[in-house]
Every structure is written in structure tokens, then in C-alpha cells.
């Protein structure tokens, strides 16, 4: 289960914060993905990124945002502006191929 | 963009039966079709991809089949057992060297019943 790590596991915020979760992995991946799952949903692509200081939208972007300063780090910020932020949120890395994926960090927006 | 559909959404099957959940996907270029299995509350986990030179590749219980023609590939659970129950994923995308755009599907609840 090593490798790709996510924080905190749950957080609960309340509406019109703004927060940022976390996602390390020392697999030495260039490509990195940020997923939102809802429940009896499959896994939709918020932002990816294939090489350092460089990400792309995904799907459902509206409302997040991200930065890959390091190869390692590819931090999320759920803003104010994201209308239904409560979901499980899934973060995963590649070298072409399989994704492995994080733990997930559980996010309740009251 | 890629549009990957799965069916069917629950699947109940007896200990020891098998189980097929088969998707479909749109973008003729989409070149890789992994399939993840994921518990209630955990990761996904990779359990079986194939890639578009290939029909079919199997592993242990496991299978996975590919129909590039008619965009379509299927998971097959042979001897099914009650820790194969979970929510089965497929997904497409086309890998390059670098990353791969997943798209998936939206699960199938397994349950294998005693």
C-alpha cells in the first residue's frame, strides 16, 4: 500500500472555506490525477498532470484547483466556488498505464 | 472525448458460479482497459488490464476479453468467492509515454452470495 499518499484521511469544513488536500508519492511517476467519487459513482478526472509545472483540466474541474511544483506533490484545493465539494477524493499516479492510487481523503462539506 | 458505459450496475451470483460484466467504449483510439476492483471505503486496485494488440488475457480466476471491432471488452470471474465481492470498475484510455486520461465507468456491485 506504500508509495502514493494521501491526507488527511477525513475533513470536514464548512461552507465557503477553502481547502487543500494533500497527495505525495515517491513511485518517481511523472504523471499525477486527481478523481472525485460520489456515492454508486464511478470515478471522475478533476485535474491531471504528466510533468512538473504543467496540469490540465479534466471533466469536472469547475471550482478546483491545482499545482505540481514538485514531481512528488499534486496538492488539490477545493474553493468556495464548488458547489456540492462533499465526495471522496482519490488522487493516483502513473508512467504510462496502470494508476495506482492513494487512500483517499473523505471531505464533508457542512 | 471517451465515453466508457458498464453493465450491469449489480450483479448477485452463488459461491463458486461465474461473473461477467462487460462495457462498452467510444473513442476507437483508446488503447489500454484496465480493471479495478474496489472494496467499500478503500482504493481502487488494479486486478487485470489488457491493451488493444491483445484479445484476451487471463490470470489465475480472472479474465478479461477485448473485441476492438465492436468496442467492447469484458471482465470473466470464474469459481467466484465471497471476497470477490465488491464494486468492479472498467475504464479506457489511450496511453502514450507519458500519462493516460482514464475514463470509467460507472461500477458494478458484486455480490457473491453463500
Known amino acids: 500500500d506504500g508509495g502514493i499518499t494521501q491526507s488527511p484521511k477525513y475533513l470536514f469544513r464548512k461552507e465557503g472555506q477553502n481547502v487543500t488536500l494533500s497527495c505525495e508519492q515517491n513511485?518517481?511517476?511523472?504523471?499525477m490525477y486527481w478523481y472525485r467519487q460520489d456515492p454508486g459513482q464511478g470515478l471522475r478526472l478533476i485535474y491531471y498532470?504528466?510533468?512538473?509545472?504543467?496540469?490540465q483540466k479534466g471533466d469536472i474541474a469547475e471550482g478546483y484547483s491545482v499545482s505540481r511544483e514538485k514531481k512528488e506533490s499534486f496538492p488539490l484545493t477545493v474553493t468556495s466556488a464548488q458547489k456540492n465539494p462533499t465526495a471522496f477524493y482519490l488522487c493516483?499516479?502513473?508512467?504510462?498505464?496502470?494508476?495506482?492510487f492513494g487512500p483517499g481523503t473523505r471531505l464533508t462539506v457542512t | 472525448g471517451e465515453n466508457v458505459e458498464q453493465h450491469p450496475s449489480t450483479l448477485s451470483v452463488q459461491e463458486g458460479d461465474s461473473a461477467v460484466i462487460k462495457c462498452t467504449y467510444s473513442?476507437?483510439?483508446?488503447?489500454?482497459f484496465p480493471w479495478y476492483k474496489q472494496e467499500l471505503g478503500k482504493r481502487p486496485q488494479l486486478i487485470i488490464d489488457?491493451?488493444?494488440?491483445?484479445g484476451e488475457k487471463k490470470d489465475q480466476r480472472i479474465a478479461v476479453t477485448l473485441n476492438k471491432t465492436a468496442k467492447h471488452f469484458s471482465l470473466h470471474i470464474t469459481e467466484t468467492q465471497p471476497e470477490d465481492s465488491a464494486v468492479y470498475f472498467c475504464?479506457?484510455?489511450?496511453?502514450?509515454?507519458?500519462?493516460?486520461?482514464?475514463?470509467f465507468g460507472t461500477g458494478t456491485q458484486l455480490k457473491v452470495e453463500l
Open positions: 489488457i491493451r488493444s494488440n491483445v
Open positions: 513511485l518517481n511517476h511523472d504523471a
Open positions: 473513442d476507437s483510439a483508446s488503447n489500454y
Open positions: 475504464a479506457a484510455s489511450w496511453v502514450t509515454g507519458g500519462g493516460n486520461k482514464l475514463t
Open positions: 493516483a499516479s502513473s508512467m504510462g498505464g496502470e494508476q495506482y
Open positions: 498532470s504528466q510533468i512538473v509545472n504543467d496540469f
